[in-house]
């Protein structure tokens, strides 16, 4: 099986997992309900997004959530308490999709969240701020609870959430409408150490990024420049108007395309106006449809 994940490294599974196992023998009343979930299966078919604190008291719920037949998908509400080794553990051994790196950036963090939400879960909003309220119910959210709450009132939540899963499937309003919700923080440049020099580069005069690993390459008109951050963070923290993914590998400013080449069947490449050529992958391609309107 093949997961889509957001982790610092995998490496970290081993010392993970035998944490979390050891925090699951402290935990006797959710060990009893994942006993019971691995042989009824009451949450089979029902999709969970959940944004925790990632640690081995969250993983054990994640797993328990999964025994009992859920597809669930973890990201970070906090990301200074998240555990490494806890994240990559639940990747590597239950094959949760997991987006959460301790320290990670506002642009990544963000990120994590649209994933989550990309699980298309029904949401329930649960916050001590009831300002938030009218906001919720513009989203069509399956209800909002105010903290303090009951487990009377988390449960009639849950019916609720529950009957639109029967009535509607599984397919939330709600997600479509935040997910999609426009961002007004765009970078507008990008800084880079170089040894003795800081170059600082305007957000339009990149050219196109490429995936190096843990970093990338910045190319411009006239230069390029290694800097250690994720594809991911800059496919978030790009303007989506002026800049589109269109492969695992690569970034590029729509402005720098000079034509779209099919070289073998559903396979492409990017030209652009300097005869750069870019691998298109199938994702890549739906995105410069979108983008370009074609």
Known sequence: MTIEFDIKDDELATGGRFRINWAEQEMPVLRAIKE?????????????????????????????????????????????STQDDVAASLVA??????????????????????????????????????????????????????????????????????????????????VEKVANYPREDYLDRVVVKDRHKIHVIPADEIRYIDSMDDYVMIYTKDSRHMKQKTMKYFESALNPKDYVRIHRSHIVRVDEINEIQQYEKESYVVILHDKTKLKVSKTGYKNLKEVLNF
């Open 36 to 80: 019971r979930f691995e042989k009824e299966k009451p949450l089979k078919g029902v999709r969970v997004a959940a944004c925790l604190h990632v640690t081995t008291e969250t993983a054990n719920l994640m797993r328990t959530l999964q025994s009992g037949g859920a597809d669930v998908v973890l990201c970070a509400s906090n990301p200074l």
């Open 93 to 174: 051994h239950d094959e949760i999709p997991v987006y959460a790196i301790k320290g990670e950036d506002n642009a990544t963090y963000y990120d994590h969240l649209k994933a989550a939400l990309d699980h298309k879960p029904q949401i329930i909003f649960a916050t001590a701020y009831d300002q938030y309220a009218l906001k919720a119910f513009e989203f069509n959210a399956a209800d909002y609870l105010l903290k303090p709450y009951s487990k009377e009132r988390l449960m009639e939540a849950i019916e609720k959430v529950a009957e639109r899963i029967k009535t509607e499937g599984n397919e939330s309003e709600v």
